[in-house]
């Protein structure tokens, strides 16, 4: 399935959709349509590998959980980031649907994402795309969340063998809140950006 068709079913499910071949072209787009506005972001590591951040800040207030310093502060800046005008994030995965699925820690990215801004962008590479709800699902916990937990060096099953989750009790779990998606929500502008990319996690 090409990008093209997941951007239609992503169409019928309300969503407004852009296609970029690379991460660069992206953030030229994103730098046109954001000027003067003050951007809450999502702790993605699809925005970092895009360096959305540097570009953004020059013209836009940018709040980034990425640049806290300790726990506190990324708490402080992901709670200033819900009250932002608009929000920008990724996902953990994508249905060739257009069912958007978040696998949530603390809970900033998921509960910025559905509620309380003018609008949303979600940035997405390729390598995110499943067939199916199910599949999707299962590349998140199975493939995204390990290879966060070991970015992030947690004392958890995933971390330690690489391999899939162990649905693990750990204090260091990642895997606490699982959206799924289904349509855009009502009253609130919602655009996913697609990149011919292999981006984030
Ligand atoms: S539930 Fe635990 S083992 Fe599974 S992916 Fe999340 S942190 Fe890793």
Request: charged share 25%; aromatic share 6%; proline share 2%.
């Amino acid at each position: 399935m090409t990008l093209q068709d997941v951007a239609k079913a992503l169409e019928k499910n309300r969503y407004q959709v852009q296609i970029f071949s690379t991460k660069e072209e992206a953030n030229q787009y994103l730098n046109q349509v954001l000027d003067q506005t003050v951007i809450g972001f999502g702790d993605s590591e699809t925005l970092s590998q895009m360096k959305l951040y540097e570009s953004l800040s020059t013209h836009n207030q940018v709040i980034d959980p990425k640049q806290s310093t300790d726990n506190d502060d990324f708490l402080r800046i992901a709670k200033a980031c819900l009250a932002a005008e608009v929000f920008v994030t990724s996902v953990n995965g994508l249905s060739e649907t257009g069912v958007l699925v978040n696998l949530d820690g603390t809970g900033n990215r998921v509960a910025g994402s559905l509620f309380g801004h003018r609008k949303v962008y979600y940035i997405i590479g390729r390598n995110k795309i499943a067939p199916t709800v199910e599949q999707t699902i299962w590349r998140v916990r199975n493939i995204a969340a390990p290879q966060n937990a070991r970015r992030l060096q947690l004392r958890t099953p995933c971390a330690i063998r690489g391999d899939r989750c162990y649905n693990c009790a750990s204090s260091d779990r990642i895997c606490n809140g699982l959206l799924v998606q289904m349509k855009k929500m009502n009253d609130i502008a919602m655009e996913v950006i697609l990149i011919d990319e292999e981006l984030g996690f």
